[in-house]
């Protein structure tokens, strides 16, 4: 079984920026995709749990064993190949492209090489999980393994031996989803996995979904600031102090297993960072983990600084950003001025703050 590194933190906190500098480390198989296996997996125990399989033995059935209640979930094959298609769906259409997305935050879309044999890597795993029309039943770890052996080992490009004992020895890197369930049943269903959060401060996080948005609806940049402001307004940043409150408070219970970094250290201390990084996954620091690298070569064109930031702000929404996140050292020394320019804001950030307040509680 492959030691396992999981990355978590809020959407578009850099959580990409870290696998692309752990990916070159011998000791490891990184994967900045997100498959969203974790949603599929919850997704099988939440939804398939309820049904009653006593009256009927299916020979073609998938039998997963869920640790934290010890509890057997069964999925039939068709089921199975339902819930997964999405995940299949989204990988083989990068292996079509032979594109690998470049997600070090960036308005430009750039792609990386990506050859990979999709239709040997869904084949190999059916068989491996349907083989023979006899059940199975395997911990959601062991299909965690199962899934990635069969990806590395059907991903062309990189230095692969087609070995369980090789695959045993590495240290999966990948993505969770963006939210504290997916850490909860990660410590609860894997053996001594390591978790690593990744913070950024929330300015930066709303520029980087600002400048998505910008890109998706292909709007001017020029609008940046009123974007900005207009997406402020929503629950974004009460969600994003929760979530990052939680994994704190899990961390007070499970220290050895979670470790916080930050965006700006891992960009601007990256291998004072980095070594500390290794320290807590019990890997030995190597120099490539300084630099972000795909198939261990250094990505070309890219910068030493946080892309997102070269984008201003205007004091209004500096202002009413800092009061939605009750930033008190930035209220201490903020002009008595702006409290009478931007009054409104004020009474805005008290109303939504009340709003997501009540919303929670009732």
Same mark, same amino acid.
């Given at each position: 079984?492959?030691?396992k590194?999981f990355?978590?933190g ?20 990184a994967n900045v995709?997100?498959? *969203? ?17 006593s009256k ?17 979930t069964k ?14 769906d989204?990988?083989?259409d +990068?292996?079509? *492209?032979?594109?690998?997305?470049n ?7 750039t792609?990386? &090489?990506?050859?990979f $044999?999709?239709e040997?890597? &869904?084949? @190999? ?5 349907? @083989? +023979?029309g006899?059940s199975?039943t395997i911990?959601? &770890?062991?299909?965690i393994?199962?899934f990635y ?7 062309k490009?990189i230095?692969f ?7 045993n *020895?590495?240290?999966l ?6 939210n504290?369930?997916s ?13 690593i959060?990744v ?9 980087s979904?600002?400048? &998505? ?7 001017n940049?020029k609008?940046?600031?009123r974007?900005f ?5 929503s629950?974004f ?13 899990? @961390?007070t219970?499970?220290?050895n297993?979670i ?17 500390k ?8 620091y190597?120099?490539i983990i ?6 261990? *070569?250094?990505?070309?064109?890219q910068?030493?600084?946080?892309? $997102?930031d ?12 800092n009061l ?9 020394t903020?002009?008595k ?6 009054y409104?804001e004020i ?7 009340l ?8």
């Open positions: 079984m492959a030691n590194i990355i978590s809020s959407a578009y906190s850099g959580k990409s920026s870290l696998i692309y500098l752990l990916e070159g480390h011998s000791e490891i198989l995709l997100h498959f *969203k296996i974790i949603d599929s997996l919850n997704e099988i125990n939440n939804t398939f749990n309820w049904i009653d399989h009927k033995e299916d020979s073609n059935e998938l039998a997963f064993f869920f640790k934290k209640d010890k509890s057997i999925i039939s094959k068709k089921d199975y190949q339902k819930l997964f298609n999405r995940i299949y989204f990988l083989k +990068h292996a079509i *492209k032979k594109q690998y997305p997600l070090i935050t960036s308005f430009q879309d792609w990386l &090489e990506f050859n $044999d999709y040997n890597f &869904e084949k @190999k795993i059916i068989d491996q999980l349907f @083989k +023979h006899n199975i911990s959601y &770890e062991d299909y393994d199962i052996y069969n990806f590395f080992s059907n991903w490009d230095n031996i087609n070995s369980q004992d090789y695959f *020895k590495k240290y890197v990948n993505k969770l989803p963006n504290v369930e850490i909860e049943f990660i410590l609860n269903e894997t053996k001594d996995s390591k978790i959060f913070e950024r401060d929330l300015i930066g996080i709303m520029k979904r600002v400048l &998505e948005h910008i890109k998706q609806r292909n709007l940049i609008e940046f600031d974007i402001y207009s997406i402020s307004k629950e940043f009460d969600k994003a102090i929760s979530y990052s409150n939680k994994v704190k408070k899990l @961390k219970k499970y220290n297993r470790y916080i970094t930050d965006l700006n250290n891992l960009v601007y201390e990256t291998e004072e960072e980095m070594k990084i290794s320290n807590f996954c019990q890997i030995n190597e120099e300084s630099k972000k690298t795909h198939l261990s *070569k250094n990505i070309e064109n910068t030493n600084e946080i892309n $997102d070269k984008y201003p702000i205007s004091k209004k929404c500096e202002f009413f950003v939605m996140i009750w930033n008190k050292s930035y209220i201490k903020t002009k001025i702006y409290f009478f320019k931007y409104k009474l805005l950030s008290i109303y939504l703050k709003k997501f307040l009540f919303k929670n509680f009732f």
